[in-house]
Structures are given as C-alpha cells and as structure tokens.
C-alpha cells in the first residue's frame, strides 16, 4: 500500500515538474518579446504558443500522457490570455 503511494506521488510530482517547465519556458519567451516592443510581436508570440501546444501534444502520444495533456492546455489558456493582455496594454 505505501508503495502505491509513494508511485502515485511520484507520478504526480513529474505532471507538475513537466507543466511547471513548460509554463517558465511560457513565461521566458513572453518576458522576452514584451522588451523587444517590435512591431508584430503578438504574431510571433501566438506562433511561439502554437509550436509549444503542438510539441505538448505530440509528445503525449509517447510518454507522460496526461503530464503533456494537462501542460498543452495550461499553456493555450494562460498563453493566448496573456497574449492579448500584455500586447494590447
């Protein structure tokens, strides 16, 4: 019985290694194009999203099926939110 707990928090605490990742790797490349103040860049920032949400997906046909489902979601949500808010303020 522990054992089964101990796997399950393992399990759980690499679905929360993966999204947290993928929401700094979010975070990093927003924080990035926001100092660039270039013209265009809420295009290059919805690109960005777009190829990390596809990366997500593809990887969770291979491993970590609900890690990479869960981080694809997260980041389409606060990615495509921040997106607009950011750029337009």
């Known amino acids: 019985m522990e054992d089964l707990d101990k796997q399950t928090k393992s399990v759980q605490s690499k679905s929360m290694l993966i999204a947290g990742i993928n929401l700094a790797l979010l975070a990093a490349y927003t924080i990035f194009l ?5 013209e265009l860049i809420i295009l290059g ?4 999203i777009a ?3 596809i990366i997500c997906l593809i990887t969770a046909i291979f491993v970590y099926r609900k890690a990479f489902l869960l981080s694809a979601l ?3 949500l606060i990615g495509l939110s921040t997106c607009f808010a950011v750029f337009t303020i």
């Open 45 to 48: 920032e919805a690109v960005l």
């Open 34 to 38: 926001r100092i660039n103040n270039q």
């Open 74 to 76: 997260l980041v389409l």
């Open 51 to 53: 190829i990390q949400i």
